[in-house]
C-alpha cells in the first residue's frame, strides 16, 4: 500500500480508504447494502492488515446511520486512522438543517461527534455547493471548529472548479485555514474531473479524494452487453447512479477493463482501480462493499501492476472528447501550456491530430 501526501497538508492517506456508503442500509439507503458494525468491524479488520490507514463517511448516509456503525465499529482503531466525514446535506425537513451555514455545521459537527464515539474529526468535509450561504460564513464556521479542536482539517466534495477556486480565495483573503482536499466522482467512464478539477488540484496543491471509483457498480463486471445485470447489485436494484450519458460508450469502457483484466487474472473493477491510481492528482480511491469477497478485490488493485501499454489501452478507449477552450490550445496552435493541464492536454491533443489528418 502507498501513502500520498494530502494537498498542501502533512497528512498521508492510503492510496485506497475504506468507504461505508454500505453501512447500516436505512432512510432511503438500502439499496446501497445492510453492513451491520459487527460486519464493518471484519472490513477494517481486513483493511487495516492491508495497510489502509482512512475511513470516509457522511452524515447523510443513511441518515446518520452510517456514522453511528462506523462509531461502533471502529473502537481500538480509533485513534491510529484517519477519520474523515461530511455534512451540508438536508437531514429533516426543516429549512435550516441543511447547508453550509455556522449553525448547521456546527451543530452537525457536533452530532456527528456523538455518533461516531469520537472528540475529533480528522477531515471534516463539506458534501456540496451551499449556493445560499455567504462563502465567509462557512470558513468563519470551519475555523472555529479547527480552533475547538473539534476538527484537524477540512475539505469540500462535489465542488466545480470555480466554487473550489472561490473558496480557496476567500479563505486566503481572511486570513483563514483553507480546504486540504476535494472529494469528487472520476472514473475511466466518466472523466469530466480532467477539465477543471484534476487540474485545479495540481496547480492549487489539493489533495484529491474519488468516491464511487468503479461507478457505483457500473464497473466491476456485473454490467455487460448484451447480458442482464443481477437484480442484487446497485446496479440491478435501481439505485440512481451513476449517470450514464452514453451506455454504449460504457459497454465499450467495461470490454477493455476486462480484456486488460484477463491478462492478469484480475477482475474490471481491480484493473478499474489500478488505472485510476496511475492518474495525476489522485490522492485516494474511496472502496466500498457489501461483503468480504469484494472488498479484498478492491484492496488487491494495489498490487496490480499495469503496463504502460496497457494503462495507454485504457486511456484511448476510454478518452472523452476535447472540450473548448481545451481543444482551442492546439488548434491555434498556443505555446507556454500550463504544467497542471499538460498531462491531459497532451492526450486530448491526439485526439484532435489524428481527427485532423482524416
Keep these: 500500500m502507498k501513502y500520498r501526501q494530502l494537498g498542501h497538508s502533512g497528512l498521508f492517506v492510503s492510496e485506497l480508504t475504506l468507504g461505508t456508503l454500505t453501512f447500516a442500509g436505512s432512510d432511503g439507503f438500502e439499496k446501497t447494502g445492510n453492513v451491520d458494525a459487527k460486519t464493518a468491524r471484519r472490513f477494517m479488520d481486513i483493511a487495516f492488515e492491508q495497510g489502509v490507514n482512512t475511513v470516509d463517511t457522511a452524515d447523510l448516509y443513511s441518515k446518520g446511520g452510517a456514522e453511528h456503525v462506523v462509531g461502533e465499529a471502529l473502537g481500538r482503531d480509533r485513534q491510529r486512522i484517519i477519520l474523515a466525514t461530511k455534512a451540508r446535506s ?181 484493473v478499474c ?13 474511496i472502496v466500498g462493499a457489501r461483503n468480504e469477497a469484494q472488498l479484498r478485490d478492491s484492496l488487491a488493485s494495489a498490487d496490480l501492476h499495469l503496463s504502460e501499454e496497457e494503462l495507454q489501452q485504457i486511456e484511448r478507449a476510454t478518452r472523452p472528447a476535447p472540450r473548448y477552450p481545451y481543444w482551442h490550445r492546439f488548434t491555434s496552435g498556443m505555446d507556454r501550456i500550463d504544467p497542471a493541464e499538460q498531462p491531459f492536454l497532451d492526450e486530448y491533443r491526439e485526439t484532435v491530430e489524428h481527427r485532423k489528418d482524416r
Aim: proline content about 6%; overall charge negative; aromatic content about 8%.
Design 90 to 270: 438536508p437531514m429533516s425537513d426543516d429549512p435550516n438543517d441543511s447547508g453550509a451555514t455556522r449553525y448547521h455545521l456546527i451543530k452537525s459537527c457536533e452530532n456527528s461527534l456523538r455518533r461516531l464515539k469520537t472528540d475529533h474529526i480528522d477531515l471534516y468535509q463539506i458534501h456540496n455547493w451551499d449556493g445560499v450561504t455567504p462563502v465567509e460564513e462557512t470558513l468563519y464556521a470551519l475555523e472555529s471548529l479547527v480552533q475547538s479542536g473539534k476538527i484537524r482539517y477540512f475539505g469540500t466534495s462535489n465542488y466545480t472548479g470555480w466554487q473550489m477556486m472561490k473558496t480557496l480565495g476567500k479563505a486566503e483573503l481572511l486570513g483563514v485555514h483553507k480546504p486540504i482536499s476535494q472529494q469528487i466522482n472520476y472514473t475511466p467512464e466518466s472523466r469530466e474531473a480532467e477539465f477543471e478539477l484534476l487540474p485545479l488540484a495540481l496547480d492549487q496543491n489539493i489533495g484529491t479524494l474519488i468516491w464511487g471509483p468503479m461507478g457505483e457498480g457500473l464497473l466491476t463486471g456485473t454490467v455487460r452487453r448484451g447480458q442482464k445485470t443481477p437484480e442484487s447489485s446497485r446496479q440491478g436494484n435501481g439505485w440512481p447512479e451513476p449517470y450514464v450519458h452514453d451506455m454504449e460508450h460504457a459497454y465499450d469502457v467495461i470490454d477493455v477493463l476486462a480484456a486488460v483484466g484477463e491478462k492478469h487474472d484480475a477482475s474490471p473493477a481491480r
Design 273 to 285: 482501480l489500478a488505472w485510476l491510481n496511475s492518474r495525476p492528482g489522485i490522492s485516494s480511491l
